[in-house]
């Protein structure tokens, strides 16, 4: 295969156990096969891992025992985001009869689209954008629904940001929404924002993205967040591809040209057949899998190509040296090469750092809302 041999100098053991356990909750959720679920790791590495209650619910649908306490891990889950799912489906309702209809994503757009996945995908908030014109009349009815919210800045800085996050309630009970106007700081990639806002795709009452705009929305936060995501994401992103047919990825191929993110999904693709170990566990899906990244690969000239293979190589660790990942690093070098547009990254950059910096300066707060 063309991805190369794991680098065992990196990766240790208990990464690999990490990596095993994501890819047997992946092939038991795509196959309904209880195989892959049969050896339990340790409780160090479901509690590493993030994934014991999803672990926990796959053996109840597939009817294998699992220890109590990993089973009441797995009760959480599903009462939590049950409750969660409820109480924003009822949020939407009401928001509606404000002319207001935010499109759910990332998390969110798998548990409208798939109902099974709200027992299986955690979730700790939930991701909604609307047009930046309707950002402050959908604070304002948050607001007034018992939302908080924290200081947003200047108003330079709020037309700058890609979102900022409201919560109330506590325990079960806790709603925790991260609110967007885009995806990632203006100018980057401004047309998978307005792609998005433009969907057609609904899951009952709920709009979501398409497919592709949500494969490729997964892919520019992976790179976005500098490589190192829950495991949840990369299940979610090969969830989404998988089983795609030679048209469907072709369309997926084309989604993520448009929108300058062919590196990003290339990049996004392989920390995935890594993070879920399926070389090792399902030789014949990793292969078809690689033949994607391949065919991304073909378009990424050499110069890119070695700046990736750099700044996120093929193994590159679950847990990377912090170094490597400090937000300054990551919203320049990885997100400016990920995304085939360095000077939209740039200019990004600098607009948006001088935003906060002045804010930070003069003590900024945000401005009032019309409640």
Known sequence: MAVGSVNTLQVTESEHAIRRLAGACYLAM???DGQYLRNPPSHEIFAASGLAGTYANLCRRLGIQVTHDLAIQGLRLSATNNARWQALVSLL???????????????????????????????????????????????????????????LGSWLTQQLDKGSMVWKGTGIQYQNLDIHARFTEAPVCTSLTRSILDTSDRAGDIRIPDIEDCICMIALHIVRSGMARPLREYIDLLWYVDDLDDAQWQSVHARA?????????????????FCLALEELDHTRAGRLVRKIDALKQEIGELRMRALDWLAPHDYPLHPNEARNKPLF????????????????????????????????????SLPTDN
């Open 257 to 273: 040209r448009r929108h300058q993110l062919v590196p990003a999904l290339f990049l996004s693709l392989r920390q995935t057949l």
């Open 30 to 32: 795509r196959t309904n």
């Open 330 to 365: 990551r919203r320049s070098f990885i997100l400016g090469t990920g995304t085939s547009s360095g000077w939209r990254v740039a200019l990004a950059f600098l607009i948006y750092g001088t935003s906060r910096c002045i804010d930070k300066l003069t003590g900024a707060r």
């Open 93 to 151: 309702g009401r928001l509606r009869t404000e002319s207001l209809e935010p499109i759910v994503f990332k998390g969110g757009a798998m548990h409208a689209r798939w109902p099974e996945m709200r027992d299986i995908r955690a979730l700790f908030d939930y991701d909604l954008i609307v047009p930046q014109a309707d950002i402050s009349a959908l604070r304002a009815s948050l607001s007034r629904q018992g939302f908080q919210s924290p200081n």
